[in-house]
């Protein structure tokens, strides 16, 4: 996990530092005089060698650096402002996209043939075709402008949450109803099903206690790099519903050649993809007797 988190710090640092332009290069021309003193101020002094050290220096000690777009305000300063925000969001979109998705798509694969598996997938390929810019504005349309249940956007209590969560959710609802179906469909084509189903047990007890638990391991797998994505925030949703989040300094930071912050956003995102793995990994076995861990 630290060798990642390093690999990633210093390929982020060298690919800011290699591209053309840089963050001062937007503002009307600048005397050399000052331009030094900007560099000077924001650590952008020196060879990239001696810039790159200096902030791995300045990391150990917990400090992401300044924002030479956000003046007067430190890396740690907007994250720690934007990233609740995001993480809440996220937090709940994923509690939905999970249960919804997995609810859909054992629904599914237990009625297979059916019509009623018919028309999940199809939900679901629905849901995945239609992108969030348009989901989102016709929610906004329906519920907040038409019916009047819910605000239009902005950030407060729990009915600002439901319109971004339900968008934000909804393609991975489909991801995990399709890939948790698949999954299901294979193990209940294996022999241990067929044993369990022989020693007389009802079916809902061989799908909850020996099906569901191994065809969640593909799903599971998806959950890591899903959750870190959700929780880092979303740059369309929070948009459309304008929400304070962090989704946006993705996009942001690199056309403002804002490299700290960039670094400081990758370096959130990548502690929590390479811990969520980690996390995944370590539950196989509990969903997966037949798995162990050396």
Same mark, same amino acid.
């Given at each position: 996990?630290?060798?990642?988190?390093?690999?990633?710090? %210093?390929?982020?640092?060298?690919?800011?530092?290699?591209?053309?332009?840089? *963050?001062?290069?937007?503002?009307?021309?600048?005397?050399?005089?000052?331009?030094?003193?900007?560099?000077?101020?924001? $650590?952008?002094?020196?060879?990239?060698?001696?810039?790159? @050290?200096?902030?791995?220096? /300045?990391?150990? $000690?917990?400090?992401?650096?300044?924002?030479? /777009?956000?003046?007067?305000?430190? +890396?740690?300063?907007?994250?720690?402002? @934007?990233?609740?925000? %995001?993480?809440?969001?996220?937090?709940?979109?994923?509690?939905?996209?999970?249960?919804?998705?997995?609810?859909?798509?054992?629904?599914?694969?237990?009625?297979?043939?059916?019509?009623?598996? @018919?028309?999940?997938?199809?939900? #679901?390929?629905?849901?995945? %075709?239609?992108?969030?810019?348009?989901?989102?504005?016709?929610?906004?349309?329906?519920?907040?402008?038409?019916?009047?249940?819910?605000?239009?956007?902005?950030?407060?209590?729990?009915? =600002?949450?439901?319109?971004?969560?339900?968008?934000?959710?909804? *393609?991975?609802?489909?991801?995990?109803?399709?890939? @948790?179906?698949? #999954?299901?469909?294979?193990?209940?084509?294996?022999?241990?099903?067929?044993?369990?189903?022989?020693?007389?047990?009802?079916?809902? /007890? &061989? &799908? !909850?206690? $020996?099906?569901?638990?191994?065809?969640?391991?593909? &799903? +599971? !797998?998806?959950?890591?790099?899903?959750?870190?994505?959700?929780?880092?925030?979303?740059? &369309? +949703?929070?948009?459309?519903?304008?929400?304070?989040?962090?989704?946006?300094?993705?996009?942001? #930071?690199?056309?403002?050649?804002?490299?700290?912050?960039?670094?400081?956003?990758?370096?959130?995102?990548?502690?929590?993809?390479?811990?969520?793995?980690?996390?995944?990994?370590?539950? =196989?076995?509990?969903?997966?007797?037949?798995?162990?861990?050396?």
């Amino acid at each position: 996990m630290g060798l990642v988190l390093f690999c990633a710090v %210093s390929i982020t640092f060298f690919l800011m530092r290699g591209a053309p332009g840089g *963050p001062f290069d937007r503002e009307r021309e600048l005397l050399p005089s000052v331009k030094a003193a900007l560099e000077t101020k924001f $650590h952008y002094d020196g060879t990239a060698w001696q810039q790159y @050290t200096a902030y791995l220096g /300045r990391l150990v $000690h917990g400090d992401l650096g300044p924002s030479t /777009r956000y003046r007067n305000r430190t +890396v740690n300063e907007l994250l720690a402002q @934007t990233l609740p925000v %995001s993480a809440t969001l996220g937090g709940v979109a994923f509690a939905l996209a999970t249960v919804g998705g997995v609810t859909l798509g054992g629904w599914a694969a237990t009625r297979r043939g059916t019509a009623a598996e @018919t028309g999940a997938m199809l939900a #679901s390929l629905l849901a995945i %075709s239609i992108p969030t810019f348009v989901t989102g504005p016709l929610l906004i349309l329906v519920f907040a402008l038409w019916l009047g249940w819910l605000p239009v956007g902005g950030w407060g209590g729990l009915e =600002y949450l439901i319109l971004p969560a339900i968008t934000l959710a909804g *393609p991975y609802v489909a991801y995990i109803a399709r890939l @948790t179906r698949t #999954s299901m469909l294979e193990v209940l084509g294996q022999d241990f099903v067929r044993t369990a189903r022989a020693k007389g047990l009802a079916e809902w /007890r &061989v &799908v !909850s206690k $020996h099906v569901a638990r191994v065809a969640l391991l593909p &799903v +599971v !797998s998806f959950l890591g790099p899903l959750a870190a994505n959700l929780l880092t925030g979303s740059i &369309v +949703v929070e948009t459309i519903f304008n929400i304070p989040g962090a989704g946006g300094f993705f996009v942001n #930071s690199i056309q403002n050649r804002d490299g700290f912050l960039l670094e400081g956003v990758v370096i959130v995102y990548c502690a929590l993809l390479v811990f969520l793995n980690l996390l995944a990994d370590l539950a =196989y076995p509990w969903l997966d007797r037949r798995i162990k861990l050396k």
